[in-house]
């Protein structure tokens, strides 16, 4: 049988604390409200008891995000895409963010193993002065074991409606994306990370935005495999390729940490659970 789960999520203020209420059916839940930084930012950890996803499987995450509030939502652990035989496993991230409102979508690793059929559907939609900062990190196969992703077709659909539409096919048959210097290079982890906002970006906070990437990642060993750009006025894009999770996590750490403080002058405060 395949497991179905669904999650709902609502932040609201209580005064000046982000609250909030959550729903769940199937195997896919919360923990509890963490606020390492204060009552202003709400630090959520997903958790998802099977600890994988086979063909059939579906979750759904649904976060609704009031006017003021601020919740940044996590994973104890990496996302696993298992082997299918025939159906899609599916993951729909779905959420709402509010005037003044600011989200951090902040999950760990995406593993797509080898013979998945896996669909990673994200679809944020934010108000005018709404902004948030997320990102996917997708790694294809276990190299380290010897174990590479040599079948299998992941797809991905990330939108920011009206503003920036990826719609991307991975097959593991397609060697020319896969190892192609315009494609993955040869490389099988990508980080995808982006700031956002409901309205356009002052110039020279967009521009802030970039030059702090940038500067984050020239630190990183893989620079080289790595950049910043703005492709919209309301969004700010960076990529990584690397051979290990990792590093491709490091780098988008020390961006995240540069965002927070040129875009909303807060300190990194990195959950907990990614240091344990």
Do not use: K
Not at 67 to 73: E, N, Q, R, S, V
Not at 83 to 94: I, K, L, N
Not at 142 to 171: F, I, K, N, S
């Amino acid at each position: 049988m395949p497991w179905l789960g669904h999650l709902q999520l609502h932040y609201r203020l209580d005064g000046q604390r982000t609250t909030a209420l959550d729903r769940h059916h199937g195997p896919l839940r919360v923990l509890q409200r963490l606020y390492p930084e204060g009552d202003a930012v709400c630090h959520h950890v997903l958790v998802h008891p099977p600890g994988g996803l086979v063909g059939g499987d579906v979750l759904e995450i649904d976060a609704q995000l009031d006017p003021g509030t601020h919740a940044l939502i996590t994973t104890p652990g990496a996302t696993r895409f298992y082997r299918s035989a025939g159906q899609p496993a599916v993951q729909q991230v779905r959420a709402q963010v509010a005037e003044g409102a600011r989200l951090e979508w902040l999950p760990l690793e995406t593993i797509a193993y080898a013979q998945c059929q896996a669909e990673n559907r994200l679809v944020f939609t934010l108000d005018p002065g709404a902004e948030m900062m997320g990102w996917d990190l997708l790694a294809l196969g276990l190299p380290a074991a010897d174990r590479p992703w040599d079948q299998g077709r992941y797809t991905q659909h990330l939108t920011l409606p009206g503003v920036w539409l990826e719609h991307a096919v991975v097959d593991a048959h397609d060697r020319r994306l896969l190892d192609s210097p315009l494609g993955w290079a040869g490389r099988r982890v990508l980080g995808t990370m982006w700031f956002a906002a409901g309205r356009d970006l002052e110039t020279a906070r967009r521009t802030a935005l970039l030059d702090s990437a940038r500067d984050a990642l020239c630190a990183s060993p893989l620079h080289s495999h790595a950049g910043a750009t703005a492709p919209h006025a309301r969004v700010v894009v960076v990529r990584v390729l690397a051979d290990r999770v990792e590093p491709a996590m490091q780098a988008m750490v020390a961006v995240r940490q540069a965002w927070r403080s040129v875009a909303w002058q807060l300190a990194a405060h990195p959950p907990r659970i990614w240091r344990t």
